[in-house]
């Protein structure tokens, strides 16, 4: 079994819409759960971080995690199609991230 | 500033021969990571080092890898011999010494062995 499952999409939405990305994880060691963004050819890209249970929001992006069901959320809000990217959860106990293997996004203008 | 820098941005090499992957962290970032993501799998960790010490190197998946970082500056990751199930896209990247989060990845290497 995975640490970190990830539903791989793709995930197929109209320019506007709501997105939700979900990752649950088997670990209870794990502290800091990151969301990266990943266009294609380049790096992943960090969105978001959050060290506790509960909420966190930057702009149009928010981060939810409850670790009683170890599980992990990134909600867009007014999606774009400049949004259009994979999206990849990934967790620590220490400097190692662990990766799930990422949704692949698409908003259609 | 400056991102994480690596190069070749993309090699091809056939089975047996030898390849040397570069990366430039991002000044001042004490900790560097390499990391692979094969076809079809997650991007998984490979080693760890904080200045040119290596803390953590338990995801090399052979000794065909050897990994070093000269001077606490830029790494280099070898491939030798190089196998058709190294071909993958070998990301490396940087973070100041105390942040666990936030690390800050380069474009990676896609290394394909024919």
């Known amino acids: 079994q995975k640490e970190v499952e990830q539903d791989p999409g793709p995930l197929s939405v109209p320019e506007g819409a709501i997105v939700s990305l979900n990752c649950t994880y088997s670990?209870?060691?794990?502290?800091?759960f990151m969301w990266y963004r990943q266009y294609s050819r380049k790096g992943p890209e960090l969105l978001m971080y959050?060290?506790?249970?509960g909420n966190k929001e930057d702009g149009r992006f928010t981060a939810q995690v409850d670790k009683s069901s170890k599980y992990i959320s990134l909600f867009i809000r007014d999606s774009q199609p400049s949004d259009s990217a994979t999206y990849l959860c990934?967790?620590?106990?220490?400097?190692?991230?662990?990766f799930g293997g990422g949704t692949r996004l698409m908003v259609k203008p | 500033e400056a991102g994480v820098t690596q190069f070749p941005s993309h090699s091809v090499i056939e089975k047996g021969q030898t390849v040397t992957l570069r990366c430039d962290p991002i000044?001042?970032?004490?900790?560097l990571y390499w990391y692979r993501r094969v076809m079809g799998k997650e991007i998984k960790f490979l080693l760890h080092?904080?200045?040119?010490?290596?803390?953590?190197e338990s995801g090399m998946p052979n000794n065909r890898f050897l990994a070093e970082r000269t001077g606490g500056t830029y790494s280099t990751l070898k491939v030798q011999p190089a196998e058709l199930e190294d071909s993958g896209v070998y990301f490396c990247?940087?973070?100041?010494?105390?942040?666990?989060?936030?690390?800050?990845f380069g474009s990676g290497t896609r290394l394909t062995v024919v």
């Open positions: 959050t060290y506790s249970s």
């Open positions: 670990n209870s060691a794990f502290q800091y």
């Open positions: 000044s001042g970032h004490d900790n």
């Open positions: 990247a940087s973070s100041r010494m105390t942040e666990f989060y936030g690390y800050t």
């Open positions: 990934a967790m620590n106990a220490g400097n190692m991230l662990t």
């Open positions: 080092f904080v200045k040119e010490s290596k803390q953590d």
